[in-house]
């Protein structure tokens, strides 16, 4: 449990500090679904016992029940990176015209760069599409705060509110000063079928009060302490916000800087006051020229990044290159090898994607671990676009094939997170319209690839609870898939021949291959594996695993390099031996 401290000040990521902005503004309720860079949010917010915070099958989930909480009387939040905000926007859209009873705060956070996405979109034109106010902290301290101006603004305004942060932020730490949480003041629902049940005819009234409240916030942003001005020399002032701010204050410390931390409404009226004050106007944000285009459109001259620059993060050197200080940013650490992510020693997918390469199969996958699959060696992924898109993907893929007289099989793959959050919908397709597709749900036990979080089919809740597992297997046969089996991904003998079947049936299939994570084995005993040195003939095909365990060294017959196991790596999964046909592989006894 965390507790108010008597220590008034902690060092603090912006994660951690926007849990404690909520807990200090009384939250009540929150829900999220993992993922980078947001996952600690909500696992943060699990230690403060006042609040119920919980994993939902997905972001729309997520904030549905959020906004269900602030309907009923109840501050609370959602928290989600950027593209789930992509899943939640149905919801979003509408629960900007219906506002609630108290206050309702959406975390977005993008992810510049891509750290851990399959995209770098700008999740402030979300904002200007809902008409809703967005708030950007540009520290731990002001992810905090903001967090409380959040409900407070969006209970005076009747309106969904967005705190966008990105990587940097969500995982900077730096001080926060801490405060006493606000006492419990649940508001009562009332009825009220005009405001909260969006019919046409409903929905055109409230569309007046959504333009109405616009204005509002427009009047607000040009005098919320949240932007100001800070003026230095005038030769040079500087808009920005967020971690853009501070790269811009190392790169030139000495301008004048019109600070936003709330990036909509733009406050016009401030930027005009600031841009009369400098000599030369300039933009500095990350991914799109979402500021400057506004700027510009108010007739005002201003200046921003090349579009060069527009694709991943900045950091302070690419700032003085846009400001002209720098014919071109440095390139640090630029000789050291690249280091390229890999799956774990052990990690139960790797025969399983090992398999679909030997059958050569189109695989249509999804986002988790499982997509590094589609490096070398095993190069067995086709398709990545979104979570649950494997799926329908594969059936689309094998419509076409089917079409075009290409045999080649096709299969899709998702994680057991992943099918829960959006794959059973399009499993239904595939049994409604009579397709025959085969789909392998990569059956870990856990949402891995953010850090282990609990999901419906695990059986426990964020905080760990014992709860009704879902039941994967009797999903899909509720769905109207009747072929369905569950394989060990370690028996490669026996997921091999899941798999044939699965593709030759004339009908839908669904192969369960069910192992934990095996960072959830850890501290296990196990059984290592070791190279027999004179049997092995230095063929290769065990690396064709991708395991990290495994390495080749000179020294082989004829020439070849022998295969070498690391032993501290290797993680007994066995699945090595297994693909070895010279027997120069096998496990050790423990």
């Known amino acids: 449990m965390v507790s108010d401290s008597k220590q008034r000040t902690e060092l603090l990521s912006g994660n951690e500090a926007i849990a404690r902005g909520a807990y200090e503004a009384g939250v009540k309720v929150a829900a999220a ?25 997905n972001e729309k989930v997520a904030l549905d029940v959020a906004f269900g909480a ?129 019919i046409p005819g409903h929905a055109r009234l409230r569309h007046v009060a959504v333009e109405e409240r616009l204005e509002r916030l427009r009047q607000l942003s040009n005098t919320t302490p949240l932007n100001r001005i800070e003026m230095g020399s005038p030769d040079l002032g500087i808009v920005a916000g967020g971690v853009a701010y501070q790269y811009a204050r190392e790169a030139q410390p000495d301008a004048s800087f019109l600070k936003l931390g709330m990036s909509h409404p733009l406050p016009d009226d401030l930027i005009r006051e600031f841009a009369s004050r400098v000599k030369r106007l300039f933009v500095i944000e990350e991914l799109d020229p979402f500021l400057q285009e506004q700027i510009a459109a108010l007739g005002i001259e201003v200046c921003g990044k090349p579009a060069s620059m527009r694709l991943g993060e900045l950091d302070a050197r690419l700032v003085a290159a846009a400001l002209g200080e720098e014919s071109a940013p440095a390139q640090p650490l630029a000789d ?36 590094l699959s589609v490096l070398p060696p095993l190069e067995a992924m086709d398709t990545c676009i979104c979570m649950g898109a494997a799926v329908g993907n594969a059936e689309g893929l094998e419509r076409a094939f089917a079409v075009a007289g290409d045999e080649r099989p096709v299969v899709g793959t998702l994680g057991d997170s992943t099918f829960v959050h ?31 979080q609990d999901h419906p089919a695990t059986g426990r809740t964020a905080r760990g609870e014992q709860t009704r597992e879902l039941d994967l297997g009797a999903m899909c046969r509720a ?86 196991v690391t032993r501290e790596m290797c993680a007994g999964c066995g699945l090595c031996a297994q693909i070895c046909r010279h027997e120069a592989i096998v496990l050790e006894q423990t």
């Open 33 to 57: 679904y993992p993922g980078t860079p947001s996952t600690e949010i909500l696992e943060r917010l699990t230690s403060y016992e006042d609040i119920h915070a919980q994993w939902s099958p």
């Open 422 to 452: 959006s794959g059973i919908a399009p499993l239904i397709d595939i049994v409604y319209n009579r397709g025959t597709t085969t789909i392998v749900i990569l059956d870990n036990r856990t949402t891995a690839m953010t850090g282990r």
């Open 70 to 198: 602030a309907l009923g009387g109840v501050r609370a939040l959602a928290a989600m990176k950027h593209v789930g905000l992509n899943v939640a926007a149905d919801s979003l859209f509408t629960i900007a015209y219906t506002g609630a009873t108290a206050g309702l705060v959406i975390v977005t956070a993008d992810d510049p760069g891509m750290h851990s996405s399959q995209n770098e979109q700008d999740n402030r034109h979300y904002a200007r599409a809902a008409k809703v106010p967005m708030l950007e902290p540009a520290d731990s301290q002001e992810a905090k705060d903001f967090v409380i101006e959040a409900f407070r603004m969006s209970e005076e305004f009747d309106t969904p509110v967005l705190l966008r942060t990105t990587t940097r932020i969500s995982h900077g730490k730096s001080p926060v000063r801490l405060g006493k949480p606000r006492p419990a003041s649940p508001a009562r629902f009332e009825r009220d079928a005009r405001k909260y049940v969006m």
């Open 479 to 564: 769905c109207g898939v009747d072929d369905v089996a569950t394989v060990d991904p370690y028996d490669l003998e026996a997921l091999e021949g899941a798999l044939r079947r699965a593709i030759a049936a004339p009908h839908p299939c669904v192969v369960i291959t069910r192992r934990e994570c095996v960072l959830l084995r850890r501290g296990e005993e196990r059984a290592p594996a070791r190279v027999v040195e004179e049997e092995c003939i230095g063929c290769g095909l065990c690396l064709t695993l991708g395991c990290p365990a495994l390495s080749a060294e000179p020294g082989g017959p004829r020439g070849r390099p022998r295969a070498v």
């Open 336 to 371: 050291l090898p690249a280091r390229p992510p890999v799956l774990c020693p052990g990690c139960p997918h790797s025969g399983v994607f090992y398999v679909l390469r030997k059958l050569k199969a189109v695989v249509a996958g999804d986002i988790g671990c499982y997509t």
